[in-house]
T-cell receptor, first 112, second 117 residues
C-alpha cells in the first residue's frame, strides 16, 4: 500500500551543521510530496512541497528534491539554527485524492 | 495566516465516559476538516474526513460509532470518543482546508492529548 518511511530520531546537531532527514515513499500513481514541521506546542505547518518528479521544494533554507527513481524526498539544510529544533514529517498525497500519508516524524534538536 | 485551534489541548477521563474534542478554524472558512490519530513514534493516521453539513467519511478500520464526527459549521468540527477505553488514549490532530483553496494545503491544529484511565 501507499506509505512513507522516514528516519527515526532524534537527530542532534550543533548549530551551523548540515542536516539531512531521509524520506522514502511507496505509492501507486503519481504522488505529491510534502515536508511539514511541528514546533513545540503548535500544529503542523507546511514547510515545502513538490508535485512532480525532479521538482525541488524549498523554504527557509530547507530543500528537498522529488526523486522518482529512488522514490525519495530527503530534506536538507546547509546550516541549521537552534530555532530549527522541531519535529519534521514527510508526507505524500496521491493525485486527485483527498488523503495524506505521513511518516512517523523525526525530531531535530539543534544545540548552540 | 490560517489558524486552527483545538480544545481541549489535554484531557484525562475515566474508562466508559465520552470525550468531545473541538476543532475550529479561527480566521477562515473550512469546507473540509480531517481528523488524525497519532500513536507514540508512529505516523499520523487519518481517521476520517468531514465536510460541512454532510456525514463524515471514515477510513477503513475506524469505528464510526466509536468516533463520532460532526461538522456543523464552516468553522467547527467535533470528534466525540464514545465510551472511551485505555486503548483510545492517543494524540488526536485535526486539520482543515480553506474554502476555495486547493485541498493539498491543510492547516493543522496543535493536537489534543487524550488519556483514558
Amino acid at each position: 500500500g501507499d506509505s512513507v518511511t522516514q528516519m527515526e530520531g532524534p537527530v542532534t546537531l550543533s548549530e551551523e551543521a548540515f542536516l539531512t532527514i531521509n524520506c522514502t515513499y511507496t505509492a501507486t500513481g503519481y504522488p505529491s510530496l510534502f515536508w511539514y514541521v511541528q514546533y513545540p506546542g503548535e500544529g503542523l505547518q507546511l514547510l515545502l512541497k513538490a508535485t512532480k518528479a525532479d521538482d525541488k521544494g524549498s523554504n527557509k533554507g530547507f530543500e528537498a528534491t522529488y526523486r522518482k527513481e529512488t522514490t525519495s524526498f530527503h530534506l536538507e539544510k546547509g546550516s541549521v539554527q537552534v530555532s530549527d529544533s522541531a519535529v519534521y514529517f514527510c508526507a505524500l498525497r496521491l493525485y486527485n485524492f483527498n488523503k495524506f500519508y505521513f511518516g512517523s516524524g523525526t525530531k531535530l534538536n539543534v544545540k548552540p | 495566516g490560517a489558524v486552527v485551534s483545538q480544545h481541549p489541548s489535554r484531557v484525562i477521563c475515566k474508562s466508559g465516559t465520552s470525550v468531545k474534542i473541538e476543532c475550529r478554524s479561527l480566521d477562515f472558512q473550512a469546507t473540509t476538516m480531517f481528523w488524525y490519530r497519532q500513536f507514540p513514534k508512529k505516523s499520523l493516521m487519518l481517521m476520517a474526513t468531514s465536510n460541512e453539513g454532510s456525514k463524515a467519511t471514515y477510513e477503513q478500520g475506524v469505528e464510526k460509532d466509536k468516533f463520532l464526527i460532526n461538522h456543523a459549521s464552516l468553522t467547527l468540527s467535533t470528534l466525540t470518543v464514545t465510551s472511551a477505553h485505555p486503548e483510545d488514549s492517543s494524540f488526536y490532530i485535526c486539520s482543515a482546508t480553506r474554502q476555495g483553496a486547493r485541498t493539498d494545503t491543510q492547516y493543522f491544529g496543535p493536537g489534543t492529548r487524550l488519556t483514558v484511565l
